[in-house]
């Protein structure tokens, strides 16, 4: 994926994907720091993060046909089977530089929050976008995380979440305090 390039109905649908991999790569100067791109599906965030230079992307998804087509993607250093909510004995807590987290709320509970912040480094960065009117309880978590003092808000940026339903979220970039 270019993100110069025109959009196209792919760029489109993989909007969300695209806002966060240019807000880690504005955030992320070491293009070879480890990215952990939880519940990582096809591999629209991995191709994102690769096209802007990033060298050191793990993927983990608990859908083994997912995992084959982030594969094929070519993107991932690394492709973890796992349930994210057992992330940390998967991957490497604490050690990713930034952990994105773009899934349906159905897929992931609020508290998956807790654990992308879990395998961030200090000061590490999470990304996750959240549609407010239908993922109150994801938005109230990250409100607690930020108030708490455990991240500080970096980037918060509306637009399109999922092109084909035209429907938008707020892409939310926070940094492990």
Do not use: W
């Amino acid at each position: 994926m270019n993100m110069n390039a025109a959009p196209s109905t792919d760029a489109a649908r993989a909007d969300a994907h695209l806002r966060a991999a240019a807000a880690l790569a504005e955030l992320i100067a070491d293009r070879g720091a480890p990215i952990l791109d939880l519940f990582c599906g096809a591999g629209l965030t991995g191709a994102a993060l690769s096209d802007l230079g990033f060298r050191a992307i793990d993927g983990l998804d608990p859908r083994k046909p997912l995992l084959a087509q982030a594969q094929a993607v070519g993107a991932y250093r690394r492709l973890i089977e796992a349930d994210p909510a057992d992330a940390a004995a998967a991957a490497a807590p604490g050690g990713y530089a930034g952990v994105v987290l773009l899934t349906p709320p159905e897929d992931a509970p609020p508290e998956l929050l807790d654990g992308a912040l879990a395998l961030a480094a200090p000061q590490g960065l999470v990304a996750t976008a959240i549609d407010e009117e239908t993922e109150r309880e994801r938005l109230a978590r990250l409100t607690e995380l930020l108030d708490s003092g455990a991240a500080l808000l970096e980037v918060k940026e509306r637009g399109l979440h999922r092109a084909p339903d035209g429907r938008e979220a707020t892409l939310y970039v926070m940094r492990k305090l």
